[in-house]
């Protein structure tokens, strides 16, 4: 992709020697990346390759942590005293993201103890049938295209199985592929009316293709299950260097378990006010199955309540003058695709692609787990309410739309969730305050979400330490949430393969409100939510300790 121009910002306040080195690096391997890569290339909207599928073999991962070594130490040989400020610290971001991505391939290894397929056919596909950004006929040739080429990608993922595979990881991978023929189906179907006769049956001939690959894929996992292994905790030392790696303001996973313990402890005394609030004559536990059973009748009724819930906060951002709406900016609402439902158990989103000509998020909703009869409980008013401020406005997707316009390429490739995910979090306290949905019921779901949240703190250090089994914590997450057991488990099973991610939810709020509170010592009467808010959207997804180095450069201190 050679031809491909990217967006540079300027230097300031003034050039450094070294400057376009740093750049010309940053994109050279961003180029690489994306040349390898063609579903990383089709999520950021580069659609050159749409109808091709990576090198998904073990050696083409080693060639990966090679070039993440070879890229690491190029960023180190640049001296930093030979940059502008402005380029200094984005090697230091660069440099943390490659030594984050290097502890995942390196330390963690999940890609050689976990069969990864069909999250990664699932992923390829999903992300051309779901955006828009060409014509339906024009996405259904590369979703034919990369259907065609799926056989031989799934035996390409089996030769990275050189290490015990874990057996939790395994069953997820067996129900995900027991999922993958809905989304086939899917694709299949959209092409009567839209394609010809021809086109029609070679997406036919692929999609049947593509299911006994899938089936065969499958049968071979349930075959070897025998030999799977437990373990799959990151055990203490790793865990507390990835915490490290994170740069959590110089928070130890002994602090940020402390933090979620404390969190969970004022959240549930919240929650007991609000429930006395809306009836002091019943107690909590009646009270939050009262407001639980306020629901939609149906799931086609919860998705309409997401939508006019995410519109209403939208709205009550711009009368207020909470935060600025990015140019352009664009959603859409749907239903979890059924391949993800197992570890999407209640919402997601997915950001606007950067290089896309118009650019869209997309905000998912999961009907039920496992079609659990009792799911329609968690999509009940007041927290239908909450989500839809976390996920949509002036949450992930506000956020985000402003992030994707920063012209950095390396900003556009941090792993920060403590930023992303804390700012979701941020934005449900923070719409209270300023005065959105902020009855007893509003608030007795986002004290019940933020327990959740606590949850996963405790969970997140506790599990990865060996400390406490999948059975242990879905039954704490339970006792805790009251959440039903499906989508309780289906969380944890998450988190077993994810570490720092959960607990960078609420960890993440608390630091965005201490940097608040600081800005507001700082500035005074100056002080404007508005302009705050524009500040750390605009800057991109970063930790939040480089947040805090950009406003206390902008203040005239050093980055």
């Known amino acids: 992709m050679a031809e491909l121009v990217l967006p540079r910002p300027a230097s300031k306040p003034t050039a450094g020697p070294a400057d376009e080195r740093f750049w010309e690096i940053v994109e050279a391997d961003f180029r690489r990346m994306v040349d390898q890569?063609?579903?990383?290339?089709?999520?950021?909207?580069?659609?050159?390759?749409?109808?091709?599928?990576?090198?998904?073999?073990?050696?083409?991962?080693?060639?990966?942590?090679?070039?993440?070594?070879?890229?690491?130490?190029?960023?180190?040989?640049i001296e930093p005293n030979e940059l502008s400020e402005s380029v200094r610290f984005e090697r230091e971001l660069a440099l943390h993201n490659v030594r984050r991505a290097l502890f995942d391939m390196e330390v963690h290894r999940v890609w050689e103890r976990r069969s990864t397929a069909m999250d990664a056919?699932?992923?390829?596909?999903?992300?051309?049938?779901?955006?828009?950004?060409?014509?339906?006929?024009?996405?259904?040739?590369?979703?034919?295209?990369?259907?065609?080429?799926?056989?031989?990608?799934?035996?390409?993922?089996?030769?990275?199985?050189?290490?015990?595979?874990?057996?939790?990881?395994?069953?997820?991978?067996?129900?995900?592929?027991?999922?993958?023929?809905?989304?086939?189906?899917?694709?299949?179907?959209?092409?009567?009316?839209?394609?010809?006769?021809?086109?029609?049956?070679?997406?036919?001939?692929?999609?049947e293709t593509a299911s006994a690959a899938v089936v065969a894929y499958v049968d071979v996992i349930k075959a070897k299950m025998g030999s799977t292994v437990e373990d799959w905790a990151l055990g203490s030392a790793a865990y507390d260097r990835l915490v490290s790696l994170r740069?959590?303001?110089?928070?130890?996973?002994?602090?940020?378990?402390?933090?979620?313990?404390?969190?969970?402890?004022?959240?549930?005394?919240?929650?007991?006010?609000?429930?006395?609030?809306?009836?002091?004559?019943?107690?909590?536990?009646?009270?939050?199955?009262?407001?639980?059973?306020?629901?939609?009748?149906?799931?086609?009724?919860?998705?309409?309540?997401?939508?006019?819930?995410?519109?209403?906060?939208?709205?009550?951002?711009?009368?207020?003058?909470?935060?600025?709406?990015?140019?352009?900016e664009q959603i859409t609402v749907m239903p979890t695709p059924e391949y993800l439902r197992t570890v999407v158990p209640f919402a997601a989103y997915f950001e606007p692609p950067k290089f896309d000509k118009h650019p869209s998020g997309i905000y998912i909703v999961t009907p039920s787990v496992r079609d659990d009869p009792n799911a329609m409980r968690e999509h009940y008013y007041a927290s239908i309410s909450n989500t839809s401020v976390h996920e949509a406005y002036p949450g992930h997707h506000l956020q985000l739309s402003a992030a994707v316009a920063h012209p950095s390429i390396v900003r556009l490739l941090v792993d920060a969730p403590e930023f992303v995910e804390g700012w979701g979090m941020y934005s449900e306290q923070m719409m209270r305050e300023q005065g959105f949905d902020d009855g007893p019921d509003f608030l007795l779901a986002m004290h019940t979400d933020a327990i959740w949240r606590a949850c996963r703190i405790i969970l997140d250090v506790r599990m990865h330490r060996g400390e406490m089994s999948v059975e242990q914590a879905t039954a704490l997450l339970i006792e805790h949430t009251g959440f039903e057991h499906a989508n309780a488990q289906a969380e944890v099973f998450r988190y077993t393969y994810t570490p720092t991610y959960q607990l960078s939810y609420l960890l993440g709020k608390v630091l965005l409100l201490q940097l608040r509170a600081d800005e507001q010592r700082r500035l005074g009467d100056r002080f404007s939510l508005k302009h705050f808010h524009d500040t750390l959207m605009n800057n991109g997804s970063l930790p939040i300790s480089f947040h805090r180095r950009l406003l206390a450069a902008a203040a005239g201190g050093r980055g």
């Open 37 to 77: 890569h063609p579903i990383v290339a089709t999520y950021v909207g580069l659609h050159g390759a749409d109808d091709k599928l990576d090198d998904a073999t073990r050696d083409g991962v080693v060639q990966e942590i090679d070039d993440a070594h070879r890229l690491e130490s190029e960023l180190e040989a």
């Open 247 to 328: 740069a959590f303001e110089g928070l130890d996973a002994s602090q940020i378990l402390e933090i979620g313990q404390d969190q969970l402890a004022l959240n549930k005394a919240a929650r007991a006010v609000d429930a006395r609030r809306i009836d002091p004559t019943a107690d909590e536990r009646t009270v939050v199955e009262r407001v639980k059973a306020n629901h939609p009748k149906d799931f086609d009724e919860a998705l309409a309540a997401y939508k006019d819930a995410m519109m209403r906060a939208r709205a009550h951002i711009i009368e207020h003058g909470i935060a600025t709406m990015p140019p352009g």
């Open 121 to 207: 056919v699932g992923d390829a596909l999903f992300s051309i049938f779901a955006r828009d950004f060409a014509p339906l006929k024009d996405r259904l040739a590369s979703l034919t295209s990369r259907l065609e080429a799926a056989p031989a990608f799934i035996e390409q993922h089996k030769t990275r199985a050189t290490a015990p595979q874990v057996r939790l990881w395994q069953e997820l991978e067996i129900e995900s592929g027991s999922q993958m023929p809905y989304l086939f189906s899917e694709i299949k179907a959209a092409g009567h009316g839209v394609l010809d006769e021809r086109a029609q049956a070679r997406l036919d001939r692929a999609v």
